[in-house]
């Protein structure tokens, strides 16, 4: 066994990460050892991403902290350089520390209690920081803005807002595009616009609060979710929670997933659970922040047809009459109160036009046309927007077959749910890093194998990394890329083994307790 090192003076302590003997209790049926340092490692990361963020990271034009004052140098040249190398070093931390606290999960050293203080420590520093790794907020502020001017944001950008000091702030791609997200989340933009005014910074933070409210739901449905899907309780808050997709993305974003997949993850456990109307209204209100939440009801329904005690087909018919109206109802409802209409169903056409090789369509486009180009001059758009109209089909004849293959309901429609809406962030027209907590927060309930989690970390690691601190694209940034990608393998491999690079002189793999063997696949 490894030496054990003291955390705190009458407290049990950490041990350390070489090796566990595997037979500890299960994390669930203890509290377990908080690990100290371990949580103080990310919290120290949190915080120098929180310092440095006023240097690099999405900063106001006109910034009132740095301004022209002394330390307006780290907003500049080599000040910007540093206050960029303290981000992604402060990320490094953060991404240790989390590797440190799966390692203690996966041995069984930790239950879901130190799972979710570290999470809100590491959350804690970046609730009050300028946006990391995106500007989509100041969208978000300039949205709501719209509809207290007069405006209707399903028509116009945030550009005719010009006389306002958020329009400096949108990033240029977002400035002349309608909003495409969905009523509900107009309302809580414009609640924010109004409370702010124009303080950006009290903004920026209180758009953040509100979309963290979307962890309540989450937090109260994981458990549930783990129940009926087999999974391991301190595992799924440690991928769905604590991870840095959930941290450094949709909170230090932040983004608005955060509220519409805590939504849909507390309907589907509500539908799980025989509350099918309570269940129904919840992932409404998640399709009423974001769209994608509809792809859930189809799933859903089956699930509430299966309760249901007549033949098939009447259940069938009962459970999409019953969800169908509920549906209505609900949506229709949001829609009045927020003083919309149903315009932001053409502005959901706005995100393809973004470009990138996340999205496996749009880079099979790009790949042929790189490989077509070397023997002639090749339109790009042709090929990609060709792949895209592939991708679709695809994508519909895989959602169309797995919602066939759901028909019986239970556990396993969710699971076949959680995999279409993974599907749907990576086969879209357009993927950005944080689409694909859309499946990943359902489907951190099922069980999974070590060496799965791995991958996932590497996967979660890399997602982050493919956007600079300030918000810009670094996909086609080929150096760069090539250190994330190194970076991230490195980070998976830290999971199983804590001296993946030997620096430290032979040392055993990681030990740990049995974890439940991966639902059959898809």
């Known amino acids: 066994m490894g030496a054990q090192n003291a955390d705190t003076a009458g407290a049990p302590s950490e041990p350390d990460d070489t090796v566990d003997d595997g037979r500890a209790e299960h994390p669930d049926e203890r509290p377990g050892p908080l690990p100290v340092r371990t949580i103080a490692l990310g919290t120290a990361g949190s915080l120098m991403i929180l310092l440095s963020a006023f240097g690099a990271a999405g900063v106001l034009v006109n910034d009132p902290v740095l301004g022209h004052g002394p330390l307006s140098w780290l907003r ?18 953060v991404v240790w520390a989390w590797v440190r606290l799966g390692r203690h999960v996966l041995a ?26 995106t500007r989509d907020v100041f969208s978000y502020i300039a949205q709501g803005m719209l509809p207290l001017y007069g405006q209707d944001p399903y028509v116009v950008g945030p550009i005719v807002l010009s006389m306002q ?29 109004w409370v702010s005014g124009s303080n950006m910074i009290l903004g920026v933070v209180l758009m953040r609060i509100v979309l963290m409210v979307g962890l309540v739901p989450l937090l109260w449905a994981l458990p549930g979710l783990v129940r009926h899907l087999g999974g391991h309780l301190p595992t799924t808050l440690w991928l769905a929670v604590a991870g840095p997709m959930t941290v450094v993305h949709l909170v230090g974003g932040p983004h608005n997933d955060l509220i519409m997949v805590g939504l849909l993850a507390a309907g589907t456990l509500c539908v799980l659970e025989r509350r099918h109307v309570t269940g129904i209204v919840l992932v409404t209100l998640a399709a009423a922040i974001k769209a994608t939440a509809m792809m859930a009801l189809p799933f859903l329904v089956w699930v509430w047809a299966a309760h249901l005690g007549a033949t098939f087909w009447r259940n069938a018919f009962r459970a999409v009459a019953a969800a169908l109206a509920t549906f209505l109802v609900t949506f229709g409802g949001v829609t009045l109160l927020a003083g919309v209409d149903l315009g932001w169903f053409k502005a959901l056409q706005a995100p393809t036009m973004i470009v990138n090789w996340l999205s496996i369509p749009t880079a099979v486009g790009e790949f042929a046309h790189t490989v077509a180009d070397l023997f002639f001059d090749a339109n790009k758009a042709w090929f990609v927007n060709t792949a895209r109209v592939i991708g679709g089909l695809a994508f519909f004849v895989i959602a169309a077959r797995q919602w066939w293959l759901s028909r019986h309901g239970g556990s396993d429609a969710v699971r076949r749910m959680a995999f279409i809406l993974f599907a749907l962030a990576v086969l879209s027209p357009a993927t950005l890093p944080w689409y694909v907590t859309w499946g990943f927060v359902i489907g951190a309930a099922l069980p999974w194998q070590r060496r799965q989690l791995a991958i996932l970390v590497s996967a979660g690691v890399f997602l982050v990394l493919t956007y600079s ?12 890329i090539a250190c994330a990608i190194a970076g991230s393998v490195l980070a998976g491999i830290s999971l199983l083994r ?25």
């Open 76 to 93: 500049y040249g080599h000040g910007q350089m540093l206050a960029t190398a303290t981000i992604y070093l402060g990320f490094g931390l």
């Open 108 to 133: 069984g050293r930790v239950s879901s209690r130190p799972v979710l203080i570290a999470a809100a420590a590491w959350m804690a520093p970046l609730v009050i920081s300028p946006p990391v790794f």
């Open 165 to 193: 000091d958020v329009v400096q702030n949108v990033h240029p791609f977002w400035q002349t595009t309608p909003a495409p997200y969905g009523p509900l989340f107009i309302l809580l933009a414009k609640g924010v616009a």
């Open 469 to 480: 601190p300030a918000g810009e694209d670094l996909l086609y940034n080929w150096p760069f």
């Open 498 to 522: 804590v001296d993946p690079l030997g620096l430290f002189g032979p040392r055993r793999e990681l030990v740990t307790v049995d974890v439940p063997t991966p639902a059959a696949k898809v």
